[in-house]
């Protein structure tokens, strides 16, 4: 699933006539870095809350994910690069 919106992310910036979202963000870094902090605020003041609503926590991650994705993109960073580092880190998970 990851690798797939990865890839769509990077279709869009790619074939995009200029009106997607993912590519106003990838041509904006000050924007993207400013919707990170704002997707990342908003999904600890979810967890935060005494009401937490999991619906909600779920729907702030994906948002957070998204820019994230985008973020890697416009650092030049592949799906594959990714997913080398994350399997690097994977033996140090204490379980």
Do not use: A, Q
């Not at 995009?16 to 919707?35: D, P, V």
């Not at 005494?50 to 993109?73: F, G």
């Amino acid at each position: 699933m990851l690798k797939r919106l990865y890839s769509l992310i990077v279709y869009s910036i790619l074939k995009s006539k200029n009106t997607s979202y993912s590519l106003s963000l990838f041509n904006n870094i000050e924007l993207l870095r400013r919707k990170i902090i704002e997707e990342s605020y908003e999904l600890v003041s979810e967890s935060l809350k005494s009401n937490l609503v999991k619906k909600r926590v779920i729907e702030e991650s994906c948002d957070l994910i998204y820019h994230i994705i985008v973020y890697l993109i416009s650092s030049c960073v592949s799906y594959c690069d990714l997913v080398r580092e994350l399997k690097k880190r994977e033996n140090k998970v204490n379980v």
